[in-house]
């Protein structure tokens, strides 16, 4: 019996719970020590996360944010603007986001919503996101320059992963609060957000601000690939932990505690 030979364009094999564990923690154990060095440095660094919907952001985010710290990992996802919001400078509420010393800020979508969302859906007028393309690329050397690293990920997924993806949410009362009112209309309007990808590509693809394109048909492989490449991104050194003792308990003071919570509400052990 002949051998099956895999081509170059083959899928990889589906990756397997422990492994993609195992990978996982090792990953997570290093943004660990880039946390500290970030912490040590007073670093600034935005992520932008951007794509299709159902392209995998949310989970892939919580892979990077799972283990780390809440006040250096901070994860930014703002609702549509208000009417106040809206008569500001656009990147005005974004800006009131952006990191301190010693701080990673992850836009879980980010003022690109004026190249995808707004553009596609007529949220904004076409000389306004004219506008935007033209002047994005001048702001984002003015955020780089003033210290700040900026890193932009766009995850790519297939037409044929979407439609699995979104039939999968109508299905799972988990998952249906996943299924916004502008998801539905994005699997009818596939081409008009390909086109609107790709005219943000050429504007704001630029070497001070450059986009890394994460394929996402497998959320497993690209949250490992993401989290590599962006540790990989970021330069940082092991620091030598301090040495952590536990202090002994005091006995100054020292009562029966359990004693006064009896006659107090407690919550069911049902489990």
Partial sequence: MSKKIKTPDAAPEKLASKEYM????KLQAELCHLQEWVKHKGLRTIIIFEGRDAAGKGGTIRALTERVSPRVFRTVALPAPSDREKSQMYLQRYMAHF?????????????????????VMGFCSKEQHARFLKLCPEIEKYIVDG?????????????????????????????QWKLSPMDLPSR?????????????LDATDTKHAPWHILR???????????????LGL???????PEKVKLPDR?????YDDEATLKGRKFVPEKY
């Fill in 22 to 25: 195992k990978e996982l923690r």
């Fill in 99 to 119: 990191p301190a010393a010693g701080e990673i800020v992850i836009f879980d979508r980010s003022w690109y919503n004026r190249a995808g969302v707004e553009y």
């Fill in 147 to 175: 210290g700040i690293q900026l890193i932009k990920i766009w995850l790519d997924s297939s037409d044929k992963e979407q439609k699995r993806r979104f039939e999968a949410r109508m299905t799972d009362s988990l998952r």
């Fill in 188 to 200: 009818s309007k596939w081409f008009e957000y390909s086109r609107a990808r790709d005219l943000m």
């Fill in 216 to 230: 996402s048909d497998d959320k497993k492989r690209a949250r490992l690939n993401c989290l590599h490449h962006i």
């Fill in 234 to 240: 970021i330069p940082y050194k092991k620091l030598k």
């Fill in 250 to 254: 005091s006995m100054k003071g020292a």
